[in-house]
Nanobody
Framework: QVQLVESGGGLVQPGGSLRLSCAASETIFSSILGINDMGWYRQGPGKQRELVAVIRRGGSTNYVDSVKGRFTISADNAKNTVYLQMNSLRPEDTAIYYC?????????WGQGTQVTVSS
């Protein structure tokens, strides 16, 4: 069982920045038998959950089109932590952001953190 603890959400004005953190309870990206990819989903009001960004063992990343050029996902393996740097935030980025990890075909989820972009 992988435990994920998120932090960093909050209220920010349009154009502002936030950094989300997701700390895993075990080492990340160290073995094919362990956590091989992590990322962030989000679910806005009245919307379906969507995959925002993912980072894989080896360092490859992918983003949903709507955040490309504004969000950056990164990992600190020594801290077992993945980050989502969010810049140029827009009201439509308002959502609950959920961290996930994929380990041998099983997904594990964080508790979610609220991001609200509003003036």
């Amino acid at each position: 069982q992988v435990q994920l603890v998120e932090s960093g959400g909050g209220l920010v004005q349009p154009g502002g920045s936030l950094r989300l953190s997701c700390a895993a309870s075990e080492t990340i990206f160290s073995s094919i038998l362990g956590i091989n990819d992590m990322g962030w989903y989000r679910q806005g009001p009245g919307k379906q959950r969507e995959l925002v960004a993912v980072i894989r063992r080896g360092g490859s990343t992918n983003y949903v089109d709507s955040v490309k050029g504004r969000f950056t996902i990164s990992a600190d393996n020594a801290k077992n932590t993945v980050y989502l740097q969010m810049n140029s935030l827009r009201p439509e980025d308002t959502a609950i952001y959920y961290c996930y990890s994929n380990k041998r075909g099983s997904q594990y989820w964080g508790q979610g953190t609220q991001v609200t972009v509003s003036s």
